[in-house]
Nanobody, 124 residues
């Protein structure tokens, strides 16, 4: 069974940058897409962005467009979330997720494997 492990979270001041990594246990992830979500305390899990594994096409939530970038590693079993110009409202636990089949990439229901999450805290 596929497992995902996130890393790279931490604390940062406003305007700083962080890069999160998501590694899949399979050498080559053959699913449809990988995505990033985040969840702040007391809030629902929010879609951040998605990368289609075959086309490398990316999609982003309006709240992060222009600041966050999703990419895939050369080994195609790793996805990255580069976060620039971080703001306090970006504070959340960030999750990567993978979908074995193509579905609704903006929704939690569109993914069937999830990582354990990594905390990102942005202070003003």
């Amino acid at each position: 069974q596929l497992h995902l492990v996130e890393s790279g979270g931490g604390s940062m001041q406003t305007g700083g940058s962080l890069r999160l990594s998501c590694s899949a246990s399979e050498y080559t992830f053959s699913g449809c897409y990988m995505g990033w979500f985040r969840q702040a305390p007391g809030k629902e899990r929010e879609w951040v962005g998605t990368v289609y594994t075959s086309s490398n096409r990316t999609y982003y939530a309006d709240s992060v467009k222009g600041r966050f970038t999703i990419s895939q590693g050369n080994a195609t079993n790793t996805a990255y979330l580069q976060m620039n110009s971080l703001q306090p409202e970006d504070t959340a636990t960030y999750y990567c997720a993978a979908a074995s089949v193509c579905s609704s990439y903006r929704g939690v229901i569109g993914y069937d494997v999830w990582g354990q999450g990594t905390q990102v805290t942005v202070s003003s």
